[in-house]
């Protein structure tokens, strides 16, 4: 943290450090950087988000507009010239928010590797937004953002997360630059708990997905008790999908996609796409039974074969929002 501030106070940069309850053994080090930083202090831990929320508001109260934040982290991840590429990239767009992005090369840790591989995936999967390095926390942005950023829950490390779901849910536009990736002794340092901070992330995320799973539990108890009163196949299958599919529509426009598409044109959309997913599901229910399957198993794997359709041009064709892009970053002299 030390080194990194000198280096940072080269290139006459305004610096805050959040000190989050790190304990009377580290006063020293933020003694030491006193004199080239503002250090606002938190007498217990309250978590990443929090401090990240300390900074901005200290930010918004004590500096006139226009300026350019970056947060960084304190544990050696991040190079100077990183930093000053991501905040060069800020400048020019002032609505977008930066994410200085690792490529995950060389020596990485398997546990790091590995869960953002898994992030990505299922970041992707539930917001409809592809972005490579979801768990960076090297990120740029004008005052323009700062409001908005205070607004977003999360205290913990969740609260990275939530901004990008935040963000894309909004189709706020959302960049990477390219930034070397750089593990110190294995990672050793970092604080984030694999099991709990995991839990906190992907609790977001599946409750952004939750809509998909409510429709389809609607859609399959509904078609389990109109069979059970001695409904049709078709007409019992038919009569679940009008149901859970008005459903469905609702919560992905107002909750999950927070579409503002014009409602004739995606009511327009989402019910040719309700009919041909019907008209799929029908079929193969009726294929399973020929085979010899129950009614209920045929009907849970028809569901499981067009889900991903479904969801695919939702997200992309009916609800779609602007895409990430990639960019590759140059070093800047000064930010």
């Given at each position: 943290?030390?080194?990194?501030?000198?280096?940072l106070?080269?290139?006459?940069?305004?610096?805050?450090?959040v000190n989050?309850?790190?304990?009377?053994w580290?006063?020293?080090?933020?003694?030491?950087v006193e004199?080239?930083?503002?250090?606002?202090?938190?007498?217990?831990?309250?978590?990443?988000?929090?401090?990240?929320?300390t900074?901005?508001?200290?930010?918004?109260?004590?500096?006139?507009?226009?300026?350019?934040v970056?947060?960084?982290?304190?544990?050696g991840?991040?190079?100077t010239g990183?930093?000053?590429?991501?905040m060069?990239?800020?400048s020019?767009?002032?609505?977008?928010?930066?994410?200085?992005?690792?490529?995950?090369?060389?020596?990485?840790?398997?546990?790091?590797?590995?869960?953002?591989?898994?992030?990505?995936?299922?970041?992707?999967?539930?917001?409809?937004?592809?972005i490579?390095?979801?768990?960076?926390?090297?990120?740029?942005?004008?005052?323009?953002?700062v409001?908005?950023l205070?607004?977003?829950?999360?205290?913990?490390y969740?609260?990275e997360?939530?901004?990008?779901?935040?963000?894309?849910?909004?189709?706020r536009?959302?960049r990477e630059?390219?930034?070397?990736?750089i593990?110190l002794d294995?990672?050793v340092?970092?604080?984030f708990?694999?099991?709990?901070?995991?839990l906190?992330i992907?609790?977001?995320i599946?409750?952004?997905?939750?809509?998909?799973l409510?429709?389809?539990f609607?859609?399959?108890?509904?078609?389990?008790?109109?069979?059970?009163?001695?409904?049709n196949?078709?007409?019992?299958?038919?009569?679940a999908?009008i149901?859970?599919?008005?459903?469905n529509?609702?919560?992905n426009?107002?909750?999950?996609?927070?579409?503002?598409a014009?409602?004739?044109r995606?009511t327009?959309q989402?019910?040719?796409l309700?009919?041909?997913?019907?008209?799929?599901?029908?079929?193969?229910?009726?294929?399973?039974?020929?085979?010899?399957?129950?009614h209920?198993?045929?009907?849970?794997?028809?569901?499981?074969?067009?889900?991903a359709?479904?969801?695919t041009?939702?997200?992309?064709v009916?609800?779609?929002?602007n895409?990430t892009v990639?960019?590759?970053?140059?070093?800047?002299g000064?930010?």
């Amino acid at each position: 943290m030390v080194k990194l501030v000198k280096e940072l106070k080269c290139f006459n940069l305004e610096i805050i450090i959040v000190n989050d309850g790190s304990g009377s053994w580290y006063d020293v080090l933020f003694e030491d950087v006193e004199k080239m930083a503002t250090v606002l202090r938190h007498e217990k831990n309250r978590g990443k988000g929090a401090a990240i929320k300390t900074g901005l508001s200290y930010i918004s109260e004590h500096y006139t507009a226009p300026y350019i934040v970056a947060t960084a982290d304190a544990d050696g991840q991040h190079k100077t010239g990183d930093i000053l590429n991501v905040m060069q990239a800020a400048s020019g767009d002032r609505d977008c928010l930066f994410l200085g992005s690792r490529h995950f090369s060389g020596k990485v840790p398997l546990r790091s590797r590995l869960g953002n591989s898994i992030t990505r995936f299922v970041f992707r999967a539930a917001s409809g937004t592809a972005i490579y390095d979801t768990q960076t926390g090297l990120r740029a942005f004008s005052d323009v953002l700062v409001s908005r950023l205070l607004e977003i829950s999360g205290e913990r490390y969740e609260y990275e997360m939530n901004v990008l779901m935040s963000f894309a849910a909004e189709r706020r536009p959302i960049r990477e630059i390219w930034i070397e990736t750089i593990y110190l002794d294995n990672n050793v340092s970092s604080h984030f708990d694999a099991v709990r901070d995991s839990l906190r992330i992907y609790k977001e995320i599946l409750a952004f997905s939750a809509a998909s799973l409510l429709s389809f539990f609607t859609d399959y108890s509904l078609f389990c008790l109109l069979m059970a009163e001695g409904g049709n196949l078709v007409f019992s299958n038919i009569t679940a999908r009008i149901v859970s599919a008005t459903l469905n529509y609702l919560l992905n426009r107002k909750l999950v996609f927070k579409s503002d598409a014009p409602v004739m044109r995606s009511t327009m959309q989402y019910a040719a796409l309700a009919a041909a997913v019907l008209a799929g599901n029908t079929l193969l229910v009726h294929w399973f039974t020929l085979l010899g399957w129950s009614h209920y198993l045929a009907k849970i794997a028809a569901e499981i074969f067009l889900f991903a359709f479904s969801w695919t041009m939702q997200r992309c064709v009916i609800f779609r929002r602007n895409s990430t892009v990639w960019e590759t970053g140059e070093i800047y002299g000064k930010a």
